[in-house]
C-alpha cells in the first residue's frame, strides 16, 4: 500500500476537520519541542520545519498518524514557516 507525501493544500473544505485539528495539535506540540530542545535562541521556522519533517517521516514509519493527517500537517508546516 502506497500513500501521497503530496501536502494537501488547506481549505475551507479541510480547515477544520478532525485530520485538520489532529495536525494542528501535533505542529504545536513539535513547536514546544523545537523551544524545549533548543530556547528561544535556537527556535526558528526552519528548525521547525526540520523537526516536524523528521516526525511525520517516523508516524509514517510506525503508522502512528492517519496518512490524511500527515499529509495535512505537512501543508500546515509549510503555510507556517515560510
Do not use: K, Y
Amino acid at each position: 500500500m502506497t500513500h501521497s507525501t503530496t501536502p494537501a493544500t488547506p481549505t475551507a473544505d479541510n480547515i477544520g476537520s478532525p485530520q485538520w485539528a489532529q495536525a494542528l495539535e501535533l505542529f504545536l506540540g513539535q513547536m514546544i519541542e523545537v523551544l524545549e530542545g533548543e530556547g528561544r535562541a535556537g527556535f526558528s521556522a526552519a528548525a521547525v520545519a526540520r523537526w516536524s519533517e523528521l516526525c511525520c517521516r517516523r508516524m509514517q514509519e510506525t503508522g502512528s498518524a492517519a496518512p490524511e493527517v500527515i499529509a495535512q500537517l505537512r501543508a500546515l508546516v509549510a503555510q507556517t514557516t515560510r
